[in-house]
């Protein structure tokens, strides 16, 4: 069974540009996170989709970050401008809705660097 | 607001050195603990899940335990390996589905663990 992909794995942008990260969930898996991990802190949960619908985004900063998931697979996540505070790791999870265990499966990260 | 804490931040053993993690928590209304996995440049491994209802799994070197009561958790790895170096995660879900959210992680901010020969 293939992993959540995720790309690209790294990139480096200057502030108030904009940049795109997109992910791949699981086959089947209907539930979508993606989530910011600032470094030598715990990643934090930016958004989460149901198929193609938004369950929780209350920790989005809405004003420059935005999120879709079409067609209820595969998913994008922008800023649009960048801040400096935003350089992370951007993670990317999914899971099997209805799973008693609600088990998240995570992707290996866009690593984001703004200067 | 639930809040995470993970003691201590860094830790360096010998090899073959039996170690304990801990991990404590607000909010003791939770659905699940996790423990993770987190190599450089890589994402997110999943270790143990215990259940609310749970008081400990194990698997393998790997033995977590939580006390929902003190709002805590340790885990534990005996006869530790470098092969172990990593930084170590624990997480808390809360269901909240039947309130219209979802199965949400709160993290910690980790344990960095560096066995040495």
């Known amino acids: 069974e293939a992993g959540v992909a995720q790309s690209p794995r790294y990139k480096i942008i200057e502030k108030r540009q904009s940049v795109a990260f997109w992910c791949n969930p699981i086959s089947g898996h209907a539930t979508l996170y993606w989530y910011q991990q600032i470094l030598g802190q715990g990643p934090k949960l930016l958004i989460q989709f149901q198929n193609n619908g938004v369950v929780d985004d209350s920790q989005l900063p809405k004003d420059r970050f935005s999120a879709e998931r079409l067609k209820g697979v595969d998913s994008t996540l922008k800023i649009q401008p960048a801040k400096l505070e935003d350089s992370a790791v951007y993670l990317c999870?999914?899971?099997?809705?209805?799973?008693?265990?609600?088990?998240?499966?995570f992707g290996p990260g866009t690593r984001l660097t703004v200067t | 607001k639930q809040e995470v804490t993970q003691i201590p931040a860094a830790l360096s053993v010998p090899e073959g050195e039996n170690l304990v993690l801990n991990c404590s928590f607000t909010d003791s209304a939770i659905y699940n603990l996790q423990w993770f996995r987190q190599d450089p440049g890589k994402g997110l491994t999943s270790l143990l899940l215990?259940?609310?209802?749970?008081r400990e799994q194990t698997s393998g070197r790997l033995n977590a335990s939580l006390d929902k009561s003190s709002g805590r958790s340790t885990l534990y790895i005996a006869a530790s390996q470098p092969g172990d170096s990593a930084t170590y995660l624990c997480a808390v879900m809360l269901l909240l589905i039947l309130t219209g959210g979802g199965n949400k992680l709160t993290f910690g901010t980790g344990t960095q663990l560096k066995v040495e020969l």
């Open positions: 999870a999914s899971s099997l809705a209805g799973s008693k265990l609600y088990e998240q499966d």
């Open positions: 215990i259940q609310s209802s749970q």
